[in-house]
């Protein structure tokens, strides 16, 4: 079945330092990929998306590229700050899922000053 | 335009007593997605309803149910609680079409303890 794999963490960096979560899928078809972001005691906010190969999705410094050859979605942020401290998730549906989303299963971001 | 709301977002109930919680979509869509959120298991897809009707389901026993209302509201259900049912359950909303791309807006979440 469609599945979503990212690193699971917890990761700490350091205030400016460059951050990568890795994600990759696996799913039948040509799914829509996300990553979501949540805050201590929050739901779930839609960071970015990308709907088809090659395209970036990008949203507050963050950016994500749908890698099709290599079912990959990675997560990157040029210069991380503080209030980046969160969970990071992962995603996708697919054509056939309509509005059930697959998540990873999240990764833990500390940043610290 | 309003987010997604959802009510109560705490609650504390005791083994074998049953629980509704409640959710209300953004303005204009119809698909109401319900998702249960724990430490061990992460995020699980439970059910997702339009237009009144669910349209997809995942892999949860019975004592879960659903409804949508004519207003895009929802409500689920979870009778005779157990102890591993306290978790952050989340709802989503979104138009609803039938492409991939639609976006799922997360309310906040009800903050369920069972004791």
């Known amino acids: 079945g469609d599945s979503v794999t990212q690193m699971e963490g917890p990761v700490t960096l350091s205030e400016e330092a460059f951050l990568t979560i890795n994600c990759t899928y696996t799913a039948t078809g040509y799914p829509s990929l996300f990553w979501y972001v949540q805050y201590p005691g929050e739901g779930l906010q839609l960071l970015l998306k990308?709907?088809?190969?090659?395209d970036k999705g990008s949203n507050k410094g963050f950016e994500a590229t749908y890698r099709k050859e290599t079912t990959s979605f990675h997560l990157e942020k040029g210069s991380v700050q503080v209030s980046d401290s969160a969970v990071y998730f992962c995603?996708?549906?697919?054509?056939?899922?309509?509005?059930?989303?697959?998540f990873g299963p999240g990764t833990s971001l500390s940043v610290i000053p | 335009k309003a987010g997604v709301t959802q009510t109560p977002r705490y609650l504390i109930k005791t083994r074998g007593q049953q629980v509704t919680l409640s959710c209300s979509p953004i303005s204009g869509h119809r698909s109401v997605s319900w998702y249960q959120q724990t430490p061990g298991q992460g995020l699980q897809f439970l059910f997702e309803?339009?237009?009144?009707?669910?349209?997809n389901k995942g892999n949860f026993p019975g004592r879960f149910s659903g409804r949508q209302f004519s207003n895009s509201r929802s409500e689920m259900n979870v009778s005779t609680l157990e102890l591993g049912d306290s978790a952050l359950y989340l709802c989503?909303?979104?138009?609803?079409?039938?492409?991939?791309?639609?976006?799922?807006?997360f309310g906040p979440g009800t903050r369920l303890l069972v004791l």
């Open positions: 990308a709907t088809k190969a090659d």
């Open positions: 989503a909303s979104s138009s609803g079409g039938t492409l991939p791309q639609e976006t799922q807006y």
């Open positions: 309803y339009f237009s009144e009707t669910q349209r």
């Open positions: 995603a996708l549906s697919t054509q056939t899922s309509y509005d059930k989303v697959i």
